[in-house]
């Protein structure tokens, strides 16, 4: 708890401080909905004036750029290559005044049939806290909406259509995602962090020309590709006479057809996935270039073979399907661009915690900036809790504190965030709340005594999954 309100103090002024703290320790421990009166709630100010507290997201009070500040800085000390993760999220709205709420497809929707769901769009960064062994754990660091602009009425003029295309297309997500890669590249070089190679991993739907040719320096990308993609070796040699400078050479395989080239040998590599040590079979072919990145980045194609895996002991052998990467650094090693792009995963992790366990969305705002404000702050209290428990952790202080369930396994590799937000509860009720209802010892009377319902272990050992 101590090193959350330190954290907290860092990111905004004395002015507003301990509204800020209540709110990220409220975000952390609510038991119910996550809106601003559920905080409230939380808080123990259910009786008093809550403007203040909404006036805190309306007006700019607190942004989530001033909490994320903490984290980055304590992030980009580990002295290592600069690992972030970019994907985006939607947040479900049934209200037709919410702003930056539109029909957008559903991505849980079933592959033969395209669902629309009202929602908002936001993009978030992750970056990776590495631990030992090559496993990584990814810590939000930013987080912006992603509107897409209000369409005009069917008699507007026709300069008002044209600057409607003109905000249609530099809302594209290629082109959010472009921005904050720049931004968080010159944050860093602000910071110190000039020279510090920066790895971006994304999937498909940020692998294109206006990511690609908008990189900034000192940037690596790493995407997932289509496996029809058309890629084209480098010239080998330029035209003699006057003309044009030749970019393209011959074309190269697709990646699909690399993958069944029997002549092209498979590599075996070890990387961390999936809690332990396993090996993969990679192939790879480099340098190429492709239209969609444009002359100024030279890549390297890898391409993963199925994995088998079984549902049981007895059951069949199945496979799950092959990925197909691309990297813009054509000399980087296989293995760290496959290890970083396997670290991509955590980041739909964050996003099933921001929603099931802090309620991302439930907020009932419809400004611009409460919108930006409400889900930043509670993704950015979602970062600080991880950074709490790493640096927690590395000065030797305990955050297991409650015993572990029976049925838990017992060996986990790192520390749910489940687990931290019970353990947070009971840092700052415990001494409150009689808690010598949870023994851990059985009794000697074999007859089980006739029990009320615990107020230790219901606040304590509470999940928010829905």
């Given at each position: 708890m101590s090193a959350i309100e330190a954290l907290c103090a860092q990111a905004v002024g004395p002015k507003h401080a301990a509204r800020v703290s209540r709110h990220v320790l409220a975000q952390l421990t609510c038991l119910g909905s996550h809106t601003v009166t559920g905080l409230l709630t939380t808080c123990g100010r259910q009786f008093q004036d809550w403007s203040a507290d909404y006036r805190l997201y309306g007006r700019n009070r607190v942004r989530p750029e001033d909490l994320f500040e903490p984290v980055r800085r304590h992030l980009i000390q580990q002295n290592e290559p600069i690992v972030t993760a970019l994907d985006d999220t939607r947040l479900q709205k049934s209200g037709r005044k919410v702003y930056g709420a539109k029909y957008l497809r559903d991505p849980l929707g079933p592959p033969f049939h395209t669902n629309f769901i009202r929602a908002q769009r936001f993009v978030q960064t992750a970056m990776?806290?590495?631990?030992?062994?090559?496993?990584?754990?990814?810590?939000?660091?930013?987080?912006?909406?992603?509107?897409?602009?209000?369409?005009?009425?069917?008699?507007?003029?026709?300069?008002?259509?044209?600057?409607?295309?003109?905000?249609?297309?530099?809302?594209?997500?290629?082109?959010?995602?472009?921005?904050?890669?720049?931004?968080?590249?010159?944050?860093?070089?602000?910071?110190?962090?000039q020279d510090c190679l920066l790895w971006t991993v994304?999937?498909?739907?940020?692998?294109?020309?206006?990511?690609l040719k908008n990189l900034p320096e000192n940037t690596t990308l790493v995407g997932r590709i289509r496996a029809d993609a058309k890629l084209h070796y480098l010239p080998k040699q330029q035209p003699k006479a006057q003309g044009r400078r030749r970019v393209y050479g011959p074309q190269a395989p697709t990646p699909q057809q690399l993958r069944q080239d029997e002549h092209v040998p498979w590599r075996h590599i070890e990387v961390f996935y999936g809690g332990k040590k396993r090996t993969l079979r990679v192939k790879q072919l480099a340098p190429l270039r492709w239209r969609a990145a444009g002359e100024k980045h030279d890549l390297q194609l890898l391409v993963l073979a199925p994995t088998p895996y079984r549902l049981s002991k007895n059951s069949r052998l199945l496979y799950r399907k092959?990925?197909?990467?691309?990297?813009?650094?054509?000399?980087?090693?296989?293995?760290?661009?496959?290890?970083?792009?396997?670290?991509?995963?955590?980041?739909?992790?964050?996003?099933?915690?921001?929603?099931?366990?802090?309620?991302?969305?439930?907020?009932?705002?419809?400004?611009?900036?409460?919108?930006?404000?409400?889900?930043?702050?509670?993704?950015?209290?979602?970062?600080?809790?991880?950074?709490?428990?790493?640096?927690?952790?590395?000065?030797?202080?305990?955050?297991?504190?409650?015993?572990?369930?029976?049925?838990?396994?017992?060996?986990?590799?790192?520390?749910?965030?489940?687990?931290l937000k019970q353990n947070l509860r009971y840092e700052i009720w415990g001494r409150s709340i009689n808690f010598s209802g949870l023994m851990t010892h059985q009794h000697a009377n074999t007859k089980s005594p006739k029990t009320t319902p615990s107020i230790g272990s219901a606040v304590f050992y509470a999940s928010e999954y829905s």
């Open positions: 990776a806290c590495k631990g030992k062994d090559g496993q990584a754990r990814m810590i939000p660091i930013d987080w912006v909406h992603a509107p897409l602009p209000e369409k005009p009425p069917p008699n507007a003029s026709e300069k008002q259509w044209g600057a409607y295309r003109r905000q249609r297309r530099a809302a594209r997500i290629g082109c959010i995602g472009a921005q904050r890669i720049r931004h968080l590249r010159r944050w860093f070089n602000h910071h110190g962090a994304v999937d498909g739907a940020f692998t294109n020309g206006p990511v092959p990925a197909y990467l691309i990297c813009t650094d054509p000399a980087a090693d296989p293995v760290d661009v496959i290890q970083h792009y396997l670290w991509r995963w955590d980041i739909e992790v964050n996003f099933r915690d921001e929603k099931t366990l802090f309620g991302l969305g439930d907020a009932q705002v419809r400004t611009a900036p409460a919108v930006q404000n409400v889900t930043g702050c509670a993704v950015a209290a979602y970062a600080i809790l991880l950074l709490a428990a790493v640096l927690s952790k590395r000065n030797g202080a305990t955050i297991e504190h409650l015993p572990a369930p029976k049925w838990q396994r017992p060996k986990s590799l790192r520390t749910t965030t489940q687990r």
